[in-house]
């Protein structure tokens, strides 16, 4: 692979057989190994706590749809101009929701697209979070409430949204590029 993954010069570790079978599947699946894994496997410690991580998140059980959960992570990257999250991620919704316009929305202006009062309100609270984290407020929850999210259902938002933050800030730090086969997809 020639593509140039990211800023440093962090030399890949030598992988367990279950790392390598996890990048096998990722390639059997998708058609590439994502480069944030490829970013991590200089330490696998770090790329196991990285991808369960994700997994629980992204994966796991929630009262979130796979769909809501790839909108936070759009539109947290979308405020914080995170190129490799917007293209992966971009990709992610366009896919599961069958809208290409949609994922176009959600990178560039999620108030633009025809969202229901549930996802409205669970995207505005990702935003604030986002921007403002020390303005959440009780009346911030009771919305999500209101818009029929359980308490649950607010972890997995926050939770969520905290993460692709995290994500999108050492994206921006080691200038970690998305796989140029994501441009393409689910268009």
């Not at 366009?94 to 549930?118: C, F, I, K, T, W």
């Not at 209101?146 to 995290?166: L, P, V, Y």
Request: net charge negative; hydrophobic share 45%; with cysteine.
């Amino acid at each position: 692979m020639n593509e140039r993954i990211h800023a440093l010069d962090l030399p890949a570790a030598e992988l367990s057989e279950a790392t390598k079978a996890y990048f096998a599947k990722c390639q059997e699946k998708l058609g590439l190994v994502p480069n944030v894994l490829l970013s991590y496997a200089f330490d696998e410690k770090k790329l196991r706590a990285f991808t369960d991580t994700y997994n629980d998140l992204m994966l796991g059980d929630s009262g979130l749809s796979k769909l809501e959960r790839e909108m936070i992570a759009v539109v947290v990257s979308s405020i914080n101009h995170c190129y490799y999250c917007l293209t992966a991620h971009g990709a992610a919704v366009r896919q599961l929701s069958g809208d290409p316009a949609l994922g176009e929305m959600m990178v560039m202006n999620y108030r633009a697209a025809a969202l229901s009062p549930r996802q409205k309100a669970m995207l505005d609270f990702a935003v604030k979070l986002t921007e403002y984290p020390a303005k959440i407020e009780e009346s911030d929850r009771a919305a999500l409430r209101e818009a029929g999210f359980s308490d649950r259902d607010i972890w997995d938002i926050a939770s969520t949204a905290a993460f692709f933050n995290m994500s999108n800030r050492l994206a921006a730090a080691i200038d970690m590029r998305p796989n140029v086969e994501y441009h393409k997809m689910a268009r």
